[in-house]
């Protein structure tokens, strides 16, 4: 039977980019490795996520990696497979899921989403992803509040579409717009660097960094086939 799991108790979050790091050695690593971060020295839960490229399960444990997010989607070639999660899961790894089909196909509304929570469900049953774990769908483009509406019924009818919680990933003006926690349509924020300024959103649960800074690269592993994610509050993931 498939689990979830999640991290730790829910702390304050008002920060600046620039003490993300020195905080997340309060927040973080109850779960996981408790491997330092090289660039901090503090201990920190650190996951990744890929698509077409997937990174060897051992390989990342040995690392230090605690979780790992890949996709679900229209292509099979940039998706998990019910075999990929099962090693990453066998090797500690906690697994995490995110929708994406375009970077902008949000913005196309509440059709584009009945849609898309509708495979995105299909897709986690079949890899027996927990009921209570969340999936996230993608936000991948600079957005102004001009866009709100279209990701407003966008995410409206992808929560209708599935049972399980959901997570929006996207810039720190979109998660501090859609993120509600509680019951809501949109539970949990990943956000990304990019578009952010330099801010760190206060609903931000998952931070994709830039580059490698807290683990090392696993030899035979290309740096370009995953990006660093830093948890900073409780998300539930499947291990």
């Known amino acids: 039977m498939s689990t979830s799991s999640r991290w730790h108790e829910p702390h304050t979050r008002r920060w600046a980019f620039a003490e993300l790091i020195a905080l997340s050695s309060l927040v973080l690593g109850a ?10 020295g503090t201990t920190e839960t650190v996951g990744f996520d890929f698509s077409y490229t997937k990174p060897g399960a051992g390989a990342m444990a ?15 070639a940039k998706n ?4 990929q999660v099962a090693a990453y899961r066998d090797a500690g790894i906690h697994v995490g ?7 902008g196909r949000a913005l196309e509304g509440r059709a584009a989403g009945a849609e898309d929570g509708r495979a995105a469900e299909n897709q986690a049953d079949i890899l027996d992803y927990p009921d209570g774990a969340v999936i996230f769908f993608a936000v991948d483009t ?3 509040t001009t866009d709100y509406p279209a990701i407003k019924a966008y995410a409206e009818a992808f929560q209708q579409g599935t049972r399980r919680p959901v997570g ?4 720190a003006d979109v998660l501090d717009h859609f993120v509600k926690g509680g019951r809501s349509t949109v539970q949990y924020g990943w956000q990304t660097a990019a578009w952010s300024h330099g801010r760190v959103s206060d609903k ?3 931070y994709k960094r830039v ?9 035979g592993i290309s740096p370009r086939s995953f990006d660093e994610v830093v948890a900073i509050q409780p998300v539930p993931l499947a291990r």
Not at 62 to 76: K, L
Not at 97 to 103: A, I, S
């Open 97 to 103: 899921l995110v929708w994406e089909t375009t970077d």
């Open 62 to 76: 040995d690392a230090g990696y605690d979780f790992a997010i890949g996709y679900v989607s229209h292509n099979p």
């Open 168 to 171: 929006i990933f996207g810039e």
């Open 204 to 206: 931000a649960d998952l």
């Open 80 to 83: 998990l497979t019910a075999g």
């Open 211 to 219: 580059g490698h800074p807290s683990r090392p690269v696993p030899d």
């Open 31 to 40: 779960v996981g490795s408790g491997v330092a971060s090289a660039s901090t």
């Open 142 to 144: 600079n957005t102004t």
